[in-house]
């Protein structure tokens, strides 16, 4: 019998070997991968503390130290890590999915520059 991809979860956390996150804040709308993790992992999601505060099931390949959100961000929502506002979705984005600067824009680090800048034209 061929077990759906969430069965498949249960049994690796059952196991132990359900893959690991860590929120940094209760607010945090994303945690942080302790594991490079690919669609259908199972994350345990652990606090600070090392409690276990949440689980879900990877959409999107996330690589080790990148975030993922812990719960949908819709469209023009605060993206928030250690408890700061660190950047604007730019589109939705669900649960489960990897974080970054194709889906949010960051308060911190400058968007790309468009050729003609690099190129030393500007528009």
């Given at each position: 019998m061929n077990k759906t991809?969430?069965?498949k979860s249960r049994t690796k956390e059952i196991e132990g070997e359900a893959k690991k996150a860590i929120i940094m804040a209760v607010a945090d709308s994303v945690a942080i991968a302790l594991d490079?993790?690919?669609p259908g992992d199972g994350v345990r999601i652990r606090s600070l503390l090392q409690e276990i505060?949440?689980?879900l099931e990877?959409?999107?390949s996330v690589p080790y130290g990148h975030k993922l959100s812990v719960k949908l961000i819709a469209k023009g929502d605060e993206v928030i890590k250690n408890g700061e506002v660190i950047?604007?979705?730019s589109q939705s984005i669900s649960k489960g999915e990897h974080v970054h600067i194709?889906?949010?824009v960051s308060l911190y680090v400058p968007p790309?520059?468009?050729k003609a800048l690099k190129a030393g034209r500007e528009s």
């Open positions: 991809g969430q069965e490079d993790l690919v505060v949440g689980e990877v959409s999107d950047g604007i979705a194709h889906n949010i790309p520059r468009t």
